[in-house]
């Protein structure tokens, strides 16, 4: 029995994504199988997952605010700069 997985993405980055898997001769759902299918045969992420050089000093600074006793988000705050994260990423690499 298949299992459906739904994500929600900003418009541009799903344009922009199935553009590219289309020019690869995927669609979308192909594309998420094959990420999904890399994942469990590496037992990870299947590509380096890093911070790009210029957040390292932002994230050095959170972690030691955090120790100090500051709190971080609420849940709608995390998702909301999850949400702005990705979406910078997206609109970084065109």
Sequence with gaps: MAKTIQVRVDDK???TADLLFESLGLDT??????????????????FAVMHRQNRDTEI??????????????SADEFLENMRVAIAEVAYDSE
């Design 13 to 15: 980055l799903k344009d």
């Design 60 to 73: 050095l600074e959170s972690i030691s605010r955090r120790k100090s006793g500051e709190r971080f988000y």
């Design 29 to 46: 759902s192909t594309a998420v199988r094959m990420f999904l299918v890399a994942a469990i045969e590496t037992e990870g992420i299947p």
